[in-house]
């Protein structure tokens, strides 16, 4: 399979980036300073990613704010232009097809960012229930992602106007000549700013950011453990078609007028399913753990309580560089998911000791204003 490249795949091989296939792409995963350096350089000051890999796609025309609510859990009418709003494709069964974000740019017209290892679905499905409306797949855009505490002081020398958006929202702008859409918002728990610039001029904003002392490239491992550590879901390992909000932790995804007892209650796949698992709770949810040691823990490891007994599995886990020790998320049977509980993970012969730990595991960032 021949891997697809982002218009920024020069500069990374320039820089010394480690290439590794990702949803189809050929990404960079570190870069010579390594991800632990890497993440904990954004956390610190601002770290620079390539995720021009997401899909980029616009909805417009009239009955637009509708027809993403037959989709969505979120009252996509009541966002106001340059407003954003965190949504899950939702099934009929009541699990998980994607997350992704909706920002509305205009009155009929809606910019969504979906996952790359989804967007080939998602188009499909949102095309599959336009009526009326149009689908533009924005190919001919890159998307950067300027994230951590100094991302704000960047931005407020490249462009005023959009240093002062708070978290997310977003605006048109231009920067050095070139029109852009940048909103508040990103992947790792900071501050920081996404950026969908045209594919041609990607490269020159890159050399652009990169130029400031404080901006260093940063990879898609770093990219993993900052959000892990940010408590945020990745789909196909804390979201999946099996998993619903509920048990996801993500209730407060789904708009209070779309709940059971709302003004505009439902009309959204797998409603009724989701009601039900708000009312009864569903058996597992997913919780933090932090390994007592160094012992890393893995992905699909089971979980164990003090007799032995599986009690739940390893979705996501890393070495958390801010924590300063591995974490992990995972989903475990309910009753054993508050904070503090002591369990344990079966690392080939041996059971490593695990603590539920509250999320985030380090203090999300975003500037509210």
Same mark, same amino acid.
């Given at each position: 399979?021949?891997?697809?490249?982002?218009?920024?795949?020069?500069? %990374?091989?320039?820089?010394?980036?480690?290439?590794?296939?990702?949803?189809?792409?050929?990404?960079? &995963?570190?870069?010579?300073?390594?991800?632990?350096?890497?993440?904990?350089?954004?956390?610190?000051?601002?770290?620079?990613?390539?995720?021009?890999?997401?899909?980029?796609?616009?909805?417009?025309?009239?009955?637009?704010?509708?027809?993403?609510?037959?989709?969505?859990?979120?009252?996509?009418?009541?966002?106001?232009?340059?407003?954003?709003?965190?949504?899950?494709?939702?099934?009929?069964?009541?699990?998980?097809?994607?997350?992704?974000?909706?920002?509305?740019?205009?009155?009929?017209?809606?910019?969504? &960012?979906?996952?790359?290892?989804?967007?080939?679905?998602?188009?499909? %499905?949102?095309?599959?229930?336009?009526?009326?409306?149009?689908? *533009?797949?924005?190919?001919?855009?890159?998307?950067?992602?300027?994230?951590?505490?100094?991302?704000?002081?960047?931005?407020?020398?490249?462009?005023?106007?959009?240093?002062?958006?708070?978290?997310?929202?977003?605006?048109?702008?231009?920067?050095?000549?070139?029109?852009?859409?940048?909103?508040?918002?990103?992947?790792?728990?900071?501050?920081?700013?996404?950026?969908?610039?045209?594919?041609?001029?990607?490269?020159?904003?890159?050399?652009?950011?990169?130029?400031?002392?404080?901006?260093?490239?940063?990879?898609?491992?770093?990219?993993?453990?900052?959000?892990?550590?940010?408590?945020?879901?990745?789909?196909?390992?804390?979201?999946? *078609?099996?998993?619903?909000?509920?048990?996801?932790?993500?209730?407060?995804?789904?708009?209070?007028?779309?709940?059971?007892?709302?003004?505009?209650?439902?009309?959204?796949?797998?409603?009724?399913?989701?009601?039900?698992?708000?009312? =009864?709770?569903?058996?597992?949810?997913?919780?933090?753990? *932090? &390994?007592?040691?160094?012992?890393?823990?893995?992905?699909?490891?089971?979980?164990?309580?003090?007799?032995?007994?599986?009690?739940?599995?390893?979705?996501?886990?890393?070495?958390?560089?801010?924590?300063?020790?591995?974490?992990?998320?995972?989903?475990?049977?309910?009753?054993?998911?508050?904070?503090?509980?002591?369990?344990?993970?079966?690392?080939? =012969?041996?059971?490593?000791? &695990?603590?539920? *730990?509250?999320?985030?595991?380090?203090?999300?960032?975003?500037?509210?204003?």
């Amino acid at each position: 399979m021949t891997l697809l490249r982002t218009p920024l795949d020069a500069l %990374h091989r320039e820089l010394g980036a480690k290439m590794v296939p990702f949803a189809g792409y050929d990404m960079p &995963v570190q870069y010579a300073a390594g991800i632990i350096k890497e993440h904990l350089h954004t956390r610190q000051a601002a770290g620079l990613f390539d995720v021009s890999h997401m899909g980029q796609v616009l909805i417009e025309g009239p009955g637009s704010a509708a027809m993403l609510e037959s989709l969505v859990p979120v009252d996509v009418a009541a966002l106001a232009p340059g407003q954003q709003s965190y949504a899950l494709f939702t099934t009929d069964s009541g699990g998980v097809l994607d997350d992704l974000i909706i920002t509305r740019w205009r009155e009929e017209q809606f910019f969504l &960012v979906v996952n790359a290892a989804c967007k080939a679905q998602d188009i499909d %499905h949102l095309r599959a229930h336009l009526a009326g409306q149009s689908l *533009t797949v924005l190919e001919e855009q890159a998307l950067l992602a300027l994230q951590g505490p100094v991302a704000r002081e960047v931005m407020r020398a490249l462009c005023p106007e959009a240093a002062a958006l708070t978290f997310m929202h977003g605006c048109a702008a231009r920067i050095d000549g070139v029109e852009v859409y940048i909103t508040c918002s990103g992947y790792t728990g900071e501050d920081g700013f996404e950026i969908s610039v045209p594919a041609a001029a990607a490269e020159a904003l890159a050399r652009r950011l990169l130029a400031f002392e404080s901006v260093q490239p940063i990879g898609l491992g770093a990219r993993d453990s900052l959000r892990l550590e940010a408590g945020l879901c990745l789909y196909g390992h804390e979201l999946t *078609t099996e998993i619903d909000p509920v048990q996801a932790g993500l209730l407060w995804s789904i708009s209070k007028s779309r709940r059971e007892d709302g003004a505009r209650a439902g009309g959204f796949p797998g409603a009724p399913v989701i009601f039900a698992r708000i009312a =009864d709770k569903p058996p597992l949810c997913r919780v933090g753990l *932090t &390994v007592d040691g160094k012992r890393p823990v893995r992905e699909q490891q089971a979980v164990l309580d003090a007799s032995g007994r599986r009690v739940g599995e390893i979705c996501s886990a890393c070495y958390g560089a801010s924590v300063g020790g591995p974490i992990a998320m995972a989903y475990v049977e309910r009753a054993l998911g508050q904070p503090g509980t002591k369990l344990q993970v079966a690392v080939r =012969d041996k059971q490593v000791p &695990v603590t539920v *730990t509250a999320m985030p595991f380090t203090p999300r960032n975003y500037f509210r204003g």
